[in-house]
């Protein structure tokens, strides 16, 4: 304190606590159709095995909000994993993987989808997807963050993602939008009961006025699917309503993926 006092006396702004915070984008965990949106579990452990050599820290997207918000501190060198879509294999493979290294990550559910598997008793890691009360077993672990991907907006039509119809007013437009995100929002909390404030926007599609009305509904974080690294800054919350990451496509290799997105 009384150093940053000096410094402001003589003239020299304070140094900024900063980090530089890489996010990636996982979908589904699973030992078949490996590709685009799919890795394997061996390719998953790689990558963990990569970060935890180089010293980085998986952290919450709530950790990146307390952080950017001043109320608490980072690892030197934090990441973000988050899991879109919600699929089942994220607590077939993923959770136990996330125990066995100590890490966090961040799992993006579709409400339609978790409503879907009600009542089902077969559960696959090839095309099954979290049940509610899956989501709550994860999130009760404490290793799982639970974020909303929109109730039944993952669709490329009659609107992609959680853009605006042509034909829609901007008030019909935020009044469907609400409804939506409020609809697995509510879902989220009678499972895990907590009332999340990250979204993730489905396909990284979006309108002109989409992260002012997120913003009304008190979510703190925006997930998008724009690579890039983000820089984020103790006490200021500029980037959490675009956070960029980078899409884990399955048959890259782990070093070749982590050194073209230069997390070395």
């Not at 980085?56 to 608490?72: L, N, P």
């Not at 973000?80 to 493979?93: A, Q």
């Not at 853009?163 to 901007?170: C, G, L």
Request: glycine residues 8%; contains cysteine.
């Amino acid at each position: 304190m009384v150093l940053m006092l000096w410094l402001s006396l003589s003239g020299f702004a304070p140094v900024q606590d900063s980090r530089r915070v890489p996010v990636i984008m996982y979908h589904s965990v699973c030992r078949t159709n490996v590709g685009e949106y799919v890795i394997s579990p061996d390719t998953l452990i790689s990558d963990l095995e990569y970060l935890r050599k180089r010293g980085y820290k998986t952290v919450f997207m709530r950790d990146i909000i307390s952080y950017c918000e001043g109320k608490t501190e980072l690892p030197e060198k934090p990441v973000v994993l988050t899991f879109d879509d919600g699929f089942y294999n994220n607590l077939f493979y993923v959770d136990k993987i996330a125990e066995k290294y100590g890490v966090k990550y961040t799992v993006s559910v579709v409400g339609s989808y978790v409503r879907a598997e009600a009542g089902q008793t077969k559960r696959s890691p090839v095309y099954s997807y979290l049940s509610s009360a899956e989501i709550g077993k994860l999130s009760a672990g404490g290793r799982a963050e639970i974020a909303n991907h929109t109730y039944d907006m993952h669709r490329s039509s009659p609107r992609k993602g959680v853009r605006r119809k042509k034909s829609e007013s901007y008030d019909e437009y935020r009044t469907a939008l609400i409804y939506d995100s409020e609809k697995c929002r509510t879902l989220i909390y009678e499972a895990c009961g907590f009332k999340t404030n990250v979204f993730t926007y489905p396909f990284g599609c979006y309108s002109t006025g989409t992260k002012d009305i997120l913003h009304e509904l008190g979510y703190r974080a925006i997930l998008t699917c724009k690579g890039g690294i983000n820089v984020f800054t103790k006490g200021k919350t500029d980037g959490l309503d675009c956070v960029m990451r980078y899409n884990r496509h399955g048959k890259s290799d782990t070093k070749e993926f982590f050194e073209k997105i230069k997390v070395l």
